[in-house]
């Protein structure tokens, strides 16, 4: 099955539904005939013009009817149980605040819809140096909500992004040699540059492997945090994998245990 195919599967995508971030590669583009609205960091002009040079086809850039500052997408949207589905495809690791993203697509969701999620395996990209996130991190963050990312993230991001063979994301079984993308010096010129404007900045906050994220997602809900659970998993082999999540979900199959355990040894 394709990517495509695959997420496709996980979810009935008749309905109305939410696609968050979904730039220049929607999963339900409206010109199939989806029944989606659009949430993006940019209206579909500014997309274009970020995307020109490039290799990517601007046509599939659709007209965005929300434009994220950061805060609350739930408050921005003001629609509560209205969606049947939101899929949000390499978002959940750009989040400011993690557990507040996942209320505000709980909130949106009605209680049957679902929540479809890619991740990247930070293994196999440039995160693959960083530490793993934890529940705590999540919690943490969740304290103080803000619109823009910590500064220590922001100083992370450039100080330990790696490449492996000169690639930002590799294939599974890759060996070749691993390098800082950025010398150190550079980690603190965005650092003092936030500092001084408090401008924001687009990273990867949040890192995970498949195991990692499996057992924050069933802390959160079995502590009360969320009703969000697990309701299907998929693990391809490629960079990625795809979670489902639904207050209506069995919830995670594997023990905490094994998720913490099997967290250490992927």
């Given at each position: 099955?394709?990517?495509?195919?695959?997420?496709?599967?996980?979810?009935?995508s008749?309905?109305?539904?939410?696609?968050?971030?979904p730039?220049?590669?929607?999963?339900?583009?409206?010109?199939?005939?989806?029944d989606v609205?659009?949430?993006?960091?940019?209206?579909?002009?500014?997309?274009?013009?970020?995307?020109k040079?490039?290799?990517?086809?601007?046509?599939?850039?659709?007209?965005?009817?929300?434009?994220?500052?950061?805060?609350?997408?739930?408050?921005?949207?003001?629609?509560?149980?209205?969606?049947?589905?939101?899929?949000?495809?390499?978002?959940?690791?750009?989040?400011?605040?993690?557990?507040?993203?996942?209320?505000d697509?709980?909130?949106?969701?009605?209680?049957?819809?679902k929540?479809?999620?890619?991740?990247?395996?930070?293994?196999?990209?440039?995160?693959?140096?960083?530490?793993?996130?934890?529940?705590?991190?999540?919690?943490?963050a969740?304290?103080?909500?803000?619109s823009?990312?910590?500064?220590?993230?922001?100083?992370?991001e450039?100080?330990?992004?790696?490449?492996?063979?000169?690639?930002?994301?590799?294939?599974?079984?890759?060996?070749?040699?691993?390098?800082?993308?950025?010398?150190?010096e550079?980690?603190r010129?965005p650092?003092?540059?936030?500092?001084?404007?408090?401008?924001?900045?687009?990273i990867?906050a949040?890192?995970?492997?498949?195991?990692?994220?499996?057992?924050?997602?069933?802390?959160?809900?079995?502590?009360?945090?969320?009703?969000?659970k697990?309701?299907?998993?998929?693990?391809?082999?490629?960079?990625?994998?795809?979670?489902t999540?639904s207050?209506?979900?069995?919830?995670?199959?594997?023990?905490r245990?094994?998720?913490?355990?099997?967290?250490?040894?992927?």
């Amino acid at each position: 099955m394709t990517r495509h195919e695959i997420l496709l599967s996980m979810f009935d995508s008749k309905g109305k539904g939410l696609e968050i971030g979904p730039s220049f590669n929607p999963l339900l583009p409206k010109a199939q005939g989806y029944d989606v609205e659009i949430l993006d960091h940019l209206d579909a002009a500014a997309l274009r013009e970020k995307y020109k040079d490039a290799a990517v086809n601007l046509d599939a850039i659709e007209e965005v009817d929300y434009v994220s500052d950061g805060s609350s997408i739930a408050a921005l949207i003001g629609k509560p149980s209205h969606f049947d589905h939101c899929v949000a495809l390499h978002v959940l690791e750009h989040t400011v605040d993690l557990l507040g993203f996942l209320l505000d697509c709980q909130s949106l969701l009605k209680p049957t819809g679902k929540l479809v999620l890619a991740v990247p395996d930070k293994r196999f990209s440039f995160d693959v140096l960083r530490p793993l996130t934890s529940t705590g991190d999540v919690l943490e963050a969740h304290i103080n909500p803000a619109s823009r990312h910590a500064p220590g993230k922001l100083f992370d991001e450039f100080a330990y992004n790696a490449l492996r063979d000169g690639k930002l994301a590799w294939p599974r079984g890759q060996k070749g040699p691993v390098a800082f993308f950025n010398a150190l010096e550079q980690a603190r010129m965005p650092y003092e540059h936030f500092l001084a404007t408090k401008a924001f900045a687009d990273i990867h906050a949040w890192q995970f492997t498949p195991s990692s994220l499996r057992l924050i997602l069933s802390d959160l809900a079995e502590i009360g945090f969320i009703r969000l659970k697990e309701s299907s998993f998929v693990d391809n082999g490629t960079g990625e994998f795809y979670i489902t999540l639904s207050e209506a979900g069995a919830g995670c199959a594997v023990s905490r245990i094994d998720l913490a355990w099997n967290a250490l040894v992927e």
